[in-house]
């Protein structure tokens, strides 16, 4: 008998008729003769319900009370999920993240797994009963509290428990059919992908796509989980992710995808010494910031001689904190000022393909400037070119890139519901 983990988003169980469906096929699944493991996220924009609720009785909500409040939208879920099994005549046990030995560490908010001991869960599967886990959630030793893995986390927490399972797949449903060439919203003629590997779903996770969370794609590359994203509206197959391009796949796509992102926030240090530390000094400070940053560019200063502007991107988020802890250093630094930019779009191209093809950045900046699409920075890795642009202008850009690398398909993309935040 085979496992199979199955994760539904919250698009998928949005409301009482979605968890209905849902339940029904998880139970195709195990009447196919599965062991069938579920992990659910909380119903529809639940989760985001539950922040704005939190942000409305505090100014800054304490973070720990922040992951009791959250993880009851997958409570929610999870008890409704078992109960409507339940009533197909199969047995369902839930599970919150603590039952199912989700352990991790202490960080609300963005806690990282650091074991999984599923006894319960193993044992639930022995009886013959389906197991329905909590998502997102987790619970750390130490302080024997409540924890949360981030937004998005439930897709970790499915791959987590397919690797310590030995699971044979770890199904990601969602409310598209897979994985895209584009995002089907922006490009409309985007088409699906069969299979992706790790390294591209992690380049297109980091552009911008949203089909699946990063961190779960970094999990299963570690533990080698086959992924298969795919639609929880249709029975069609959707994209498969692992090692390697299998299956018709004859040689790998030069481009796998074209992802857009308007994430990001760019800030500009002005008229910087130009003397050997200062990058590093400026550097240090960000990283104090807690940020993460992306892109980095350092050029001779417009201003003045003997100085130089270094810009660089990172999350929308992180940026008024960085900003106060550059502007902080600015006099014992040096340099002259900071403008803050958070109207810029990143595009990016991702294949592995391009390991072994030239021209894919002459193609890349010849549809961009056949768009009068002006860049504002570039940079690159064995299997993606980023570039960024103002953010208005990115979904025509992502449109006339995708078509000029001949990613367009004949047919409209469905998209079957969810409002893709
Ligand atoms: N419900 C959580 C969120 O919206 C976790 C998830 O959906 O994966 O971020
Ligand atoms: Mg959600």
Known sequence: MSLIVQK???????????????????????????????????????????????????????????????????????????????????????????????????????????????????????????????????????????????????????VALAAVLGAEVCEIYT???GVFTADPRVVPRAQKLAAATYEEMLELAAAGAKVINIRAVEFARRHGVTLHVRSSFTQDVGTFISKEHGGEAVEEPIIAGVAGDTSEAKITVVGVPDIPGKAAEIFTIVAGAGANIDMIVQNVSVHEAGRTDISFTLPIEDGERTMQALEDAREESGFESLIYDDEIGRLSVVGAGMRTNAGVSA???????GAGINIEMISTSEIRISVIMRSDILPDAVRAVHRAFGLDGDVDATVYAGTGR
Do not use: C, Y
């Open 363 to 369: 193609q890349l900046f010849t549809a961009l400037s």
């Open 8 to 158: 539904f988003g919250g698009s998928s169980v949005a409301d009482a008729p979605s968890i209905k469906r849902v339940a029904a096929r998880i139970v195709e699944t195990k009447k196919a003769g599965n062991d069938v493991v579920v992990t659910v996220s909380a119903m529809g924009d639940t989760t985001d319900d539950l922040l704005d609720l939190a942000h409305q009785v505090s100014g800054q909500p304490d973070s720990r009370e922040m992951d009791m409040l959250l993880t009851t939208g997958e409570r929610m879920s999870m008890s409704l999920l078992a109960m409507a099994i339940r009533d197909l005549g199969f047995d369902a046990r839930s599970f919150t993240g603590s039952q199912a030995g989700m352990m991790t560490d202490a960080q609300h908010g963005r806690a990282r797994i650091v074991d999984v001991t599923p006894t319960r869960v193993r044992a639930a599967l022995d009886e013959g009963a389906i197991a329905i886990v909590a998502g997102f959630q987790g619970f750390n030793t130490d302080s024997r509290d409540i924890t949360t893995l981030g937004r998005g986390g439930s897709d970790t927490t499915a």
């Open 175 to 177: 409310d598209v059919d």
